[in-house]
Nanobody
Framework: QVQLIESGGGLVQAGGSLRLSCAAS????????MGWFRQAPGKEREFVGG????????YYVDSVKGRFTISRDNRKNTVYLQMNNLKPEDTAVYYC?????????????????WGQGTQVTVSS
């Protein structure tokens, strides 16, 4: 079992940047495929991107491709979501999630462990 704790959220102006962290404890992060999700008020939680446990390859949804980057620091047992050129529509609670499988699905039900979330607010 793994515990996930997100941090790094905050308030930023449009065009700005934030880096979210997802620190794992209990097991090494390379044992999991990691996903980042977000949930805006009144909307369903949606997949943003993720990193595969097998080779560290990443995938992003089109709305964040070229702006967001996911990386993994195995020594710190932490996954990061670097967010650049933020837009007001990126405002949401951001969650990291982990699954034991090797694929990178976009559905929330496919993930076994979740962090508590961190708020990101982008002002226009």
């Amino acid at each position: 079992q793994v515990q996930l704790i997100e941090s790094g959220g905050g308030l930023v102006q449009a065009g700005g940047s934030l880096r979210l962290s997802c620190a794992a404890s209990g097991r090494t992060i390379t044992s999991y495929t990691m996903g980042w999700f977000r949930q805006a008020p009144g909307k369903e939680r949606e997949f943003v991107g993720g990193i595969r446990r097998s080779d560290g390859s990443t995938y992003y949804v089109d709305s964040v491709k070229g702006r967001f980057t996911i990386s993994r620091d195995n020594r710190k047992n932490t996954v990061y979501l670097q967010m650049n050129n933020l837009k007001p529509e990126d405002t949401a609670v951001y969650y990291c999630a982990a699954r034991l499988g090797y694929t990178l699905p976009i559905g929330t039900a496919e993930y076994d462990y979740w962090g508590q979330g961190t708020q990101v607010t982008v002002s226009s």
